[in-house]
T-cell receptor, first 112, second 119 residues
């Protein structure tokens, strides 16, 4: 079964608004990462938060992690049309065992 | 630094033919991962390899699919006797050795993907 599940599946907002996406997972993790995918392209790493961290910032991105609820959120502030993409969370259980497990993603549309 | 290179970008095969997808990891990366993505879905893990070793193939179908990462050359994902259900985008990602590369946290660098269409 999928480790990460994003919510909502799709989100449509106006330019300038904030976008919030949520991710829930099932097992204990070492870290959680957010990736972005433009249509027809590969995924690009955005930000990583470790299990002992609660909040991280990077530019207009803010990520929170609640390990007690096994959930994370990605906030994009002051969205732009160029932020239109799909966003995926990925969990890493064991950094020595390799794999990242991805959710099904949130498709974000930012209208100009 | 060319990043992760995948080829071909697009591949069309008829049912029963073989598909070979290639992936050259980012320079300095020794870990390679293959993922499959169906339209409007997330990425499904297939296999994790290091040079000459398959570390985790828990996501690989038991039949028709195989992967290798030889000492020299790219990683290859091979699908024999393709069926229509194999049509998907196949993404390769690489990461540096554990504990190196700054994060030691399995941050993946993805290729642009190979889109397989089975007629």
């Amino acid at each position: 079964s999928q480790q990460g599940e994003e919510d909502p599946q799709a989100l449509s907002i106006q330019e300038g608004e904030n976008a919030t996406m949520n991710c829930s997972y099932k097992t204990s993790i070492n870290n959680l990462q957010w990736y972005r995918q433009n249509s027809g392209r590969g995924l690009v790493h955005l930000i990583l938060i470790r299990s002992n961290e609660r909040e991280k910032h990077s530019g207009r991105l803010r990520v929170t992690l609640d390990t007690s609820k096994k959930s994370s959120s990605l906030l994009i502030t002051a969205s732009r049309a160029a932020d239109t993409a799909s966003y995926f969370c990925a969990t890493v259980v064991n950094t020595n065992a390799g794999k990242s497990t991805f959710g099904d993603g949130t498709t974000l549309t930012v209208k100009p | 630094n060319a990043g992760v290179m995948q080829n071909p970008r697009h591949l069309v095969r008829r049912r029963g033919q073989e598909a070979r997808l290639r992936c050259s990891p980012m320079k300095g990366h020794s870990h390679v991962y293959w993922y499959r993505q169906l339209p409007e879905e997330g990425l499904k893990f297939m296999v994790y390899l290091q040079k000459e070793n398959i570390i985790d193939e828990s996501g690989m179908p038991k039949e028709r699919f195989s992967a290798e990462f030889p000492k020299e050359g790219p990683s290859i994902l091979r699908i024999q006797q393709v069926v229509r259900g194999d049509s998907a985008a196949y993404f390769c990602a690489s990461s540096p050795p554990s504990g190196t590369g700054g994060s030691g946290a399995n941050v993946l660098t993805f290729g642009a993907g190979s889109r397989l269409t089975v007629l």
